[in-house]
């Protein structure tokens, strides 16, 4: 049996998989967009939400 392929008016959703560990954010592989396979460190949280009310 041969490999089953969508038909051509299907479109596959957008897809972000990841993980948030130690300080970064790690993409999983299968994410749909160019970060994918990428680990990056979070960016320093703003001082606006470092506060307490």
Known sequence: MGALTAPE?????PRCHSFVRNG???FLSDSTHE??????????????LKSEP
């Open 24 to 26: 970064h954010i790690e």
């Open 35 to 48: 970060l994918a396979g990428q680990t990056m460190a979070l960016p320093p949280l703003p001082e606006w």
């Open 9 to 13: 008016n299907v479109t596959t959703a």
